[in-house]
């Protein structure tokens, strides 16, 4: 389970609720300082505390390898006391209150003395603070408080710095270097965009208007870097709630706004890769011999339906995985069929009365599961697509077609900072490197996803440049 160290770090990275998390998952402090990414995607199931607990621990761990190896490299036998600023008493330090000693994490000394021009805390000044709490507590060992490294020799392995003083110290390390970063990130955001009278007042002007749109747009146009640093770790719900145009049928003018300034090269890539794309996708179908459970493609002859078809074949080209369940039924493995996978990144319906029904179907299935309803698309019609729409909860963006509906799903995700629907997460990665060709750093493409995008790449080359 996870120690104190883990505990009191979580707590003071504002992390705290990751607690039962890192308890459940028996990490500690030597597994804190070995945590990886891809064990970070696994554990934390929500966007924005993944960022926040990658940023800091990146920033813990460098600290912590910087520490070691200057450790490694200080003479452990040497214990003379640097004439220093870092030359203290504890008792300058600390108060006791009822036997216990108290350390002023706030206290700008200990701060001063953390960052002082003598680099880092030598060894010696650690064994005689150890000492000067043995003296103040005469039942109280030293190596409780610090044990120096010693190098490896034949008899004994080699012995890393520990103690409470020792991880008191990285603690607060990096605590004090991750705040003077952000610290310094916001005064130069600060500097870079300090939020004027006007901006402020456009921003509660967004916050209540419905009309008119014209206005809307340029408001939220002026006020993107505002919005995108002020709402990067709300909900979907939340961040749509904050905006009640988002959760009118035109809302998602407003967010393809908002990637146009975050992609500006990708704003109508769409039209120009996915039509190849989806006769690789039917070429690929075809050639795996893959058949819809439900669907007669001979019917749908007009290009946009020809796009529409590849949507549905894309899921059917994966083969199924095994997924966890979210919330109290983690522990409940779901491994959702071809269909399932399918009708999470599109949802076909013959006609739009069935709409509201397969929708709460969908709800209350994911919610059993523990899951949440991530944006997904819907396409209506019987022998031709009739209706295509975006559905975010209960908010339903009504679009031209499939391919736009498609556009302004994939945007919505990547404006909202939303997570891809975890039966299709694989479906959208591959949406994104092919279509968009977009890359992120918490990207985890799996081997059936990076293995169907070779195929596909080899049917594209022997497709023509003209659709």
Known sequence: MADDFVVEMLAEWGLDVLTDVFREEAIDEEALKILDEETINVIVKKSGLKLKLKERLK???????SRMHENENSPSS????????NNFLIKEFVTIDNDKLIIPVEDQTLESLINSPADNIHSSTFVKAAEEICDLFVKEDTQTFYIPYCPKTETSPKIQPKGKLYSRYVNLKSAIKLSASSTSKIKQAAVAKEISDEEQSQIAFLRTALEPRDQILVYWQNTFEIRKDSNCNKSINEYLNLYPFLKLSAGYILLESDFD????DKRDIIYTTFPKLAEAIIKEAEKKKVKLPYFRDQCMDSITDQLFLALLYLPYLFSPTTLGGGGKNKSKNWRPSKLEVQESFVLYISKIGFLNEKIEERKTRLHSLGLTVQPFIVCIGEQTITSSFVVIDDI???LETPIKALDVAFKVFHTVNAEYPAECQHVWLLIQRLVYNI???????SSATTALITDLNEQLSLIPNVF
């Open 59 to 65: 920033e813990f761990q460098r600290i912590n390898a």
């Open 78 to 85: 040497s214990f003379v006391i640097p004439q220093t600023s």
């Open 261 to 264: 300034q975050i992609y500006p």
């Open 396 to 398: 339903k963006y009504k």
């Open 439 to 445: 890359n992120t750093a918490y990207d985890k493409p």
